[in-house]
């Protein structure tokens, strides 16, 4: 997460400002932070997984959502934009406008340099207050390394991590299959 200067806003000052908004933002604290661009393999690796999540899922009642869907925090103060978001079942949403989700039964984020240690640090400890997550994912860009985090319990998460083009990884939350090959396809 970029550091910009500091104006401190309530939630819902910040949702009136971001639903206007050109860009996105996401809120921490009182503090929203613009959102960069993504760079070709980041955006290539999210459109191969939610290409393979929709075609597994196809007839069952999972919707795949990519980037332009909002999470809102059980604690009002956190709304997050993640790569892509799983919802099972009917969405439950923050408000009548739909475009915020609450309960996401899986969330995956693909690493960047400049958001890496956020995205494994404070989002994934917010992420985690969200009761309905059972599964997180991590999507390395820069190599073939998708690392999984799978609930357990409300604190315990067991973690396994997929290695190489060969290598897959199971998502039961879903009941999927991740195949690196398929998620790296055409990344440099």
């Not at 604290?29 to 661009?37: C, H, L, T």
């Amino acid at each position: 997460m970029a550091s910009q200067p500091q104006t401190y806003l309530t939630p819902e000052e910040y949702l009136a400002i971001e639903r206007r908004a050109e860009y996105k933002s996401e809120y921490v604290d009182g503090v929203m932070y613009a959102m960069s661009g993504a760079s070709l393999n980041h955006n290539t690796i999210v459109a191969n997984v939610v290409a393979e999540l929709g075609l597994q899922l196809r007839g069952r009642p999972y919707r795949v959502l990519p980037s332009d869907m909002k999470e809102r925090m059980p604690d009002s103060r956190k709304f997050f934009y993640p790569d892509i978001s799983v919802v099972c079942g009917e969405p439950q949403f923050h408000d009548d406008r739909t475009d915020i989700i609450l309960n996401p039964d899986l969330i995956i984020e693909v690493l960047s340099e400049s958001t890496a240690a956020f995205d494994r640090g404070l989002k994934f400890q917010s992420y985690r207050q969200l009761e309905s997550l059972k599964e997180y994912i991590l999507i390395s860009q820069d190599s073939q390394v998708i690392e999984q985090f799978i609930r357990q319990t409300k604190e315990k998460w067991t973690y396994i991590a997929a290695v190489g083009m060969e290598s897959s990884l199971d998502l039961p939350s879903i009941e999927c299959t991740l195949r690196l090959k398929a998620v790296y396809d055409k990344t440099s």
